[in-house]
């Protein structure tokens, strides 16, 4: 006799861990209550530093840095060096070397703020259209250029096609496939002083600017947009009043941006001072950006990273617990004399079915002996067995914190999380949330509760889409009650 089945499991998460091999786990005991840390590069200068963008290794930025090509600008009521745009060689994420002018764009006027191109040969950046000249020393209007790199070097520059007389255009930030162009403006029609618009690439042309709309841009200034590559991110400085002080840097969803709510970055990132011209990599978890936090009259850079990402946002994998199966035997009724037997199937778990052809559905995993039972229809007794078979069911594999649900006050606990792999991602990083305020990061870890009460541990975690290429965040919840030791 043969038994043929189609094994459906349903309902599980794309979720699945691998067996644990090791078998010596170090824990990391190392917390912190600050989920963004960030650090002051070391290519500041006492100038203003500010914008930076990195790509294939070099960190491009805008200066007031002495420079053989800039001016100083000044009058009773100004005083201070123009800018420059300047590159410099990553060593490391903290460091980098090898300050140099970009003097085929740089001029004696204003250069600012840009962005480039994925593959680094196209650039668009903020520079002064009317000079300043004799007595005129009032600001000049600002234009948006853009040059391309020839045999490696870059081309004369050239106005953008969307820039009108009498408004200014400032802080282009380009999507990867080159196609959106986000920016500043003071044009008539916007929401405040400066607003956020756009205009694509169709036709061989850029179409004519579209504002953003009141979601992002308000009475304010709303300045130095970025779009991050991957995400679809859109990150901007705002003088909007439910921040921190200043400029603070604010992100939109635009994968969404209507069902998306605007969220303002944590401290430290922003604080009461300007914060501004953000650039984050891939994940969106690292990046640099300036601030005028430790001198007012001056912009530093400052690379930061996300000790923990903000897991509000992250998705909750939902495990059923239902396993189900179709059997059927394609040869009982040929040897076996149907006008006097039936059949039986015996699933193991208390469920019988006379369906020949039947699908079962267990509720939890465990061992389960399946039998296939010819009946005599007039006795109601089994006639013979046609089918013994042994099935399995494993725990489904998951995402989980694994600790105790009850803990002391003041005692070390372990947590760990088990290796675990998304299927069709690659796994980043493990993100602990205790939910007494500290917060840590690996497979296992260590912590201690001071007070007793009810705490719910979050833990997250940051993969890579295979498919897409895209950085996901996927989280579980667990609840443990601390007591006090008797």
């Not at 349903?10 to 010596?24: H, K, N």
């Not at 196209?122 to 300043?132: D, L, S």
């Not at 994968?255 to 605007?262: A, E, H």
Request: net charge negative.
């Amino acid at each position: 006799m043969k038994l043929v089945y189609t094994y459906i499991m349903i309902g599980l998460s794309r979720l699945f861990c691998e067996a644990q091999t090791d078998t010596v786990h170090v824990y990391r005991v190392e917390e912190d209550t600050t989920k963004i840390k960030i650090v002051k590069l070391n290519i500041n200068s006492d100038k203003a530093d500010f914008s930076p963008v990195l790509i294939n290794n070099t960190l491009l930025f805008a200066s007031a840095r002495t420079n053989n090509i800039g001016i100083l600008y000044s009058n009773d009521k100004i005083s201070t060096e123009l800018t420059d745009l300047f590159s410099a060689d990553k060593k490391d994420s903290l460091t980098f070397k090898n300050v140099n002018s970009l003097s085929k764009l740089n001029t004696k006027y204003n250069e600012g703020p840009f962005t480039l191109s994925g593959d680094g040969n196209t650039i668009f950046y903020t520079g002064n259209e009317e000079r300043a000249s004799g007595k005129n020393l009032q600001p000049n209007l600002l234009r948006i250029y853009y040059s391309e790199k020839v045999n490696g070097s870059w081309g004369k520059p050239r106005v953008a096609s969307f820039c009108e007389k009498m408004f200014s255009y400032c802080h282009p930030s380009l999507s990867s496939d080159k196609t959106t162009l986000f920016f500043c403006s003071d044009m008539p029609g916007g929401y405040g002083g400066m607003d956020i618009y756009i205009t694509k690439y169709e036709n061989n042309q850029w179409t004519n600017p579209v504002n953003l709309g009141s979601k992002i841009n308000t009475p304010g200034n709303e300045l130095f947009p970025f779009i991050s590559s991957q995400q679809n991110i859109l990150y901007f400085s705002s003088t909007k009043t439910n921040g921190l002080g200043g400029l603070d840097i604010y992100s939109l969803n635009m994968n969404d941006p209507l069902d998306n709510n605007i969220e303002v970055l944590d401290y430290p990132v922003n604080s009461i001072y300007d914060d501004f011209g953000i650039w984050t990599d891939s994940s969106g978890t690292s990046g640099y950006f300036s601030t005028n936090r430790i001198n007012n009259n001056d912009d530093d850079i400052y690379y930061f990273t996300i000790c923990i990402p903000d897991l509000k946002e992250a998705e909750m994998p939902v495990f059923k617990n239902k396993f189900c199966y179709t059997f059927y035997e394609e040869t009982a009724f040929e040897d076996n004399d149907t006008a006097s037997l039936s059949y039986e199937w015996d699933f193991g778990d208390g469920f019988k079915s006379n369906e020949l052809s039947s699908r079962h559905c267990f509720t939890k995993p465990g061992n389960y002996t399946v039998t296939l039972n010819a009946i005599e229809k007039s006795t109601g007794e089994v006639f013979a067995n046609q089918l013994t078979y042994s099935l399995a069911i494993e725990d489904p594999p998951k995402l989980s914190i694994n600790c105790s649900d009850t803990i002391f006050a003041g005692s070390v606990v372990d947590f760990n999380s088990e290796k675990c792999a998304l299927k069709g991602y690659t796994l980043n990083k493990i993100y602990w949330c205790f939910g007494d305020g500290k917060y840590n990061t690996g497979t296992y870890v260590r912590h201690t509760y001071f007070k007793p009460g009810k705490y719910t541990i979050q833990l997250g975690t940051t993969a890579k889409n295979n498919l897409t290429g895209k950085a996901e965040l996927f989280k579980i919840d667990k609840q443990v009650t601390i007591i006090e030791r008797k």
